[in-house]
């Protein structure tokens, strides 16, 4: 009887799998007549290699060597990441190893706006060097946390990253200045900094109460919410975005700013940017960025909305930030 159960168990649940890989598949061949130079056979030559309910997704197949345990400093230790959890940021490992994939020019380019301490870019640099075809990678960074920007730095050294480029200041669609929250309500500022990731723009509503201190040479602003904030130089996206040629992929994860962001340089976008991966933080920014890069012809692979558990093809997935997956069918790069 218990074996008849389990059995009844298992048969279940291959035709629950069966059921996403088709709805999958499925909503995939709705782009096939979109671009003739978008890759489409990667899933199906994979998944015939690896046996269509492998755990990962194909592309670890091709980075059977991943340096996912890069040593990174937190400026009280070092940290090394040994396992690769199926989480939110599985997803942006994905599109990270599939944009080395896709390189075959020679170079490199990998931008990483709201960089934080550069995990992505340092992970995309150390990895490029398993695609062959890549002779030499570069990345830029922009980050507005002082000491984040330090730790980017670090990152950079400890991993022997000398091509690089980091930009000081505010991502957004403007130059000039603004208020940039730097500490919770409460809490510690000489511990923040590696506590919490989620700095970003001052909220509109806020306004400042009084001076406070100073954190790495700028003047702490107390705001009516118990936050603190400083004063940090604005880049404007569209300069950055003209100096690009071409750029593998965009990582891009700015506490609400990535709509305007886009909007702003979706020009540059369209015809420099072969990749996008996107942490989103809002349903209202979401169904923003989803229909202006759907209006500019770009192919959505992964779209995960934040604060929910999402049905993926590796399962039910608890996401905080969300996450959207595209690609630009004016180049040739790989569905997946």
């Not at 978008?38 to 998944?47: G, I, M, T």
């Not at 309500?185 to 900094?193: F, G, L, M």
């Not at 595209?326 to 569905?335: A, D, E, H, Q």
């Amino acid at each position: 009887m218990i074996k008849k159960k389990l059995m009844i168990n298992f048969i279940n649940e291959l035709f629950l799998k069966i059921k996403l890989y088709a709805g999958y598949y499925q909503k995939k061949d709705i782009f096939m007549n979109l671009s003739n130079k978008v890759n489409r056979s990667f899933w199906s030559e994979d998944l015939q290699k690896t046996g269509i309910f492998g755990s990962h997704h194909p592309i670890f197949n091709d980075f059977t060597l991943l340096d996912k345990d890069i040593l990174y400093s937190d400026n009280l230790s070092n940290y090394k990441q040994f396992h690769l959890n199926i989480d939110e940021e599985y997803f942006e490992w994905v599109d990270l190893l599939m944009s080395i994939k896709d390189a075959s020019n020679g170079s490199y380019h990998f931008v990483e706006l709201g960089s934080g301490f550069g995990r992505w870019g340092v992970r995309a640099i150390v990895n490029a060097k398993y695609n062959k075809n890549i002779n030499s990678s570069y990345v830029e960074f922009v980050e507005a946390e002082p000491r984040h920007i330090k730790m980017n730095l670090e990152h950079c050294k400890i991993n022997d990253i000398k091509k690089f480029k980091l930009y000081d200041g505010l991502i957004s669609d403007h130059n000039g200045e603004d208020l940039f929250y730097i500490n919770q309500p409460n809490s510690n500022i000489d511990e923040i900094s590696i506590k919490w990731w989620g700095q970003a723009k001052v909220s509109n509503y806020e306004k400042k109460i009084k001076e406070i201190g100073r954190f790495e040479n700028k003047i702490i602003y107390l705001l009516s919410s118990g936050y603190q904030a400083i004063s940090v130089k604005t880049l404007d996206i569209a300069q950055i975005s003209n100096s690009w040629n071409a750029v593998d992929l965009v990582d891009l994860d700015v506490q609400g700013e990535e709509f305007l962001i886009l909007k702003r340089s979706i020009k540059n976008f369209n015809s420099k940017v072969k990749r996008i991966h996107i942490g989103t933080h809002s349903e209202d920014v979401e169904e923003k960025i989803f229909k202006l890069l759907k209006d500019n012809k770009w192919i959505n692979i992964r779209n995960y909305s934040c604060l929910k558990v999402n049905k993926t093809i590796f399962g039910n997935i608890k996401f905080i930030d969300g996450v959207q997956s595209w690609i630009n069918p004016r180049f040739n790069v790989t569905y997946g």
